[in-house]
């Protein structure tokens, strides 16, 4: 039963922007499962039927894939290409039809268990990461099974400006928005770093996921404000909330027009020091976009994304293959391959399950216990790297021991690459400050590595002790609190005093309200989501680094996150207000 006055609901607020219209309807929960089972001479036909409906469902997806425009490509196709993957995938193709053969179960029942399998770690694992791998996997399994039963999946019609309210969205589902008129989201399910969130960021329209309780909430045709930077959702609004909201999209779509007009401008501060702002990837596919986009290079390549929807590791010529393209894409653009980041609250490894995974067998560590699986992964760097630039980068590193194992290891695959005769090249080789005791360390650490580059989402997460997947404790996790600030200001200064590279590429960088101490702090080369450079440049565009390095003077004696977020705003609320303001910052 829907309520008949005005209601406000919250949920995470996914893509920025605001946008009112009429509610469109789709909902996308679980269709249901026929189960029965079938003949020993039935078999092969069922096979057959799965098999053709996996065939269907691919070729949709690749449609879908195909009509996207370059802008949507960006933060969406790769979603889409890792969802086409899962329909060649052998754990979930041939282990559904291995399941009708041996359990002579019905095509729908024999995908279902399948799916709901492969699914069960993910969702135990508990992360926000893996639960939305886990919806990756049901999406694709949905989506076969729609193929299987002949269901078609439909949007409704749309046509005037409306905001679509549904329970999820498969990625093939939200891909036929590009072309329509919805212009705001709403989702029952899903999460901040979601391929519903993703798209809808690189169209631009204001969604709000995870909303609890939303389908119950409304009816079709009633209208609604999608307030994207707060993440609330009213139904049924008054006309003067119509009028204020309705003001507040169309000033937030006249700022990213402006900000992506800049495209070219210099990349210097406001008293003229150049600062460069590299791009952040997960996907190979995106390797094209960063090129495109222009940015400097590839500060970040978390190859650990490779395990997207598989368990094994790709062997090393699989992996030379992959990472070859991207250095050429990119060439002579650098790309900084970070070995794999496995475990903790990232993709699943083939190690034991530990009762703290932060603290456990994490990235380096898990690496450095498994030489021929490292080996594998720095030999295919070091011959994709024969194809353009490339640096290799250690996650995770705590001790100096650490960082000399790892480096042998490379100079190790070095030789033997060179003995073998196989092309490869030789390259820089860093590590990730994101641990305390390595930037307390890091005047050794320089003395020995060719780069620094600071995750601070990492950094954050064991310098205060907070969970960075726990949204209960989120608000704890301040980039802004001096502890942080002084492990930054260690790392750049033994970064400065070794003349060695120096960036930072966690989600600080992103941040405009900390922006400015971070450059200040001597960090001018940062690495972003690309969907996030116009605005990273914009704000570093208009900040006098002098200022900059005063106010961080300050902040470093400073005692809370809260006095240094004050310093900040009384410093820079008059160059930096506006845009702050258009990304809903209360300052
Ligand atoms: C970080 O920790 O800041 C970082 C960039 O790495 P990731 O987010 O992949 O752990
Ligand atoms: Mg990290």
Avoid at 18 to 23: H, I, L, R, W
Avoid at 137 to 142: D, K, N, R, Y
Avoid at 162 to 183: Q, W
Avoid at 550 to 556: C, I, Q, R
């Amino acid at each position: 039963m829907t309520a008949s006055g005005r209601i406000a609901l919250r949920g995470i607020p996914a893509s920025h922007g605001v946008a009112v219209g009429p509610v469109v309807m789709l909902d996308r929960r679980r269709g249901p499962v026929p189960r029965h089972s079938v003949e020993p001479h039935e078999v092969a036909s069922e096979v057959q039927r799965l098999r053709a409906a996996i065939e269907a469902s691919r070729q949709e997806i690749e449609a879908v894939r195909a009509s996207i425009g370059e802008a949507a490509y960006s933060d969406y196709g790769p979603i889409l290409e890792a969802h086409l993957l899962m329909h060649r995938d052998d754990l979930l193709v041939d282990a559904a039809c291995r399941r009708i053969e041996h359990g002579r179960i019905n095509a729908e029942w024999a995908l279902r268990r399948t799916v709901d399998e492969l699914k069960a770690p993910l969702e135990q694992a508990g992360s926000g990461y893996f639960r939305e791998r886990a919806a990756d996997v049901e999406h694709v399994g949905e989506h076969i099974r729609r193929h299987l039963l002949g269901e078609r999946s439909v949007l409704p019609p749309v046509d005037a400006p409306s905001i679509l309210v549904a329970s999820d969205l498969s990625p093939a589902d939200a891909a036929r928005l590009l072309r329509s008129k919805i212009r705001g989201l709403v989702t029952a399910t899903g999460g901040a770093t979601g391929h519903t969130a993703l798209l809808a960021r690189a169209l631009e329209i204001p969604a709000v996921v995870g909303v609890v309780g939303v389908l119950a909430a409304v009816d079709a045709g009633e209208p609604a404000i999608v307030d994207g930077f707060s993440g609330e959702v009213v139904f049924r609004p008054d006309a003067e909330e119509v009028g204020r909201a309705a003001s507040r999209a169309s000033r937030h779509m006249t700022f990213v027009r402006g900000l992506r007009a800049r495209h070219d401008s210099p990349d210097v501060t406001a008293d003229g020091l150049p600062f460069e702002v590299w791009a952040n990837i997960e996907l190979p596919a995106e390797a094209a976009l960063v090129a495109h986009d222009q940015a400097p290079g590839v500060g970040l390549y978390r190859t650990e994304f490779l395990y997207l929807g598989r368990e094994e590791a790709p062997d090393e010529d699989e992996q030379t293959r992959v990472y070859t393209d991207v250095v050429s894409v990119l060439a002579p653009r650098p790309v900084v391959f970070r070995t794999f980041d496995l475990g903790g609250d990232k993709l699943p490894t083939h190690a034991a399950p530990c009762a703290n995974p932060a603290l456990g067998l994490r990235a380096i560590r898990l690496s450095l216990v498994d030489p021929e699986f490292f080996r594998g992964q720095v030999r295919a760097i070091l011959r994709a790297a024969a194809a353009g630039s490339a640096k290799l980068m250690f996650p995770l590193v705590s001790t100096l021991t650490e960082l000399r194992d790892a480096r042998a290891l490379v100079d190790q695959c070095a030789d033997d690459l060179e003995r073998e005769g196989v092309a490869f090249s030789r390259v820089p080789i860093g590590l990730m400050i994101e641990v305390p005791s390595a930037a307390l360390m890091a005047h050794a650490l320089a003395a020995e590595a060719d780069f620094f580059s600071v995750g601070t989402n990492d950094l954050v997460q064991y310098t205060l002790a907070v969970d960075r997947g726990d949204a209960r404790v989120a608000g704890l996790a301040r980039n802004l609190d001096p502890a942080v600030l002084r492990l930054l200001d260690m790392t750049a200064r033994a970064a400065d005093g070794a003349s060695i590279g120096l960036s930072m590429c966690g989600d600080m960088a992103s941040d405009p309200v900390a922006l400015p101490v971070v450059l200040g702090l001597g960090y001018r080369r940062l690495s972003v989501a690309l969907s996030a450079r116009p605005l990273v440049r914009e704000v570093a565009r208009r900040v006098s680094l002098e200022r900059a390095r005063g106010v961080a003077e300050e902040a470093l004696a400073a005692g809370t996150a809260e006095e240094v977020r004050a310093l900040l705003i009384s410093a820079f609320a008059s160059d930096l207000g506006d845009l702050w303001r258009e990304e809903g910052i209360d300052a």
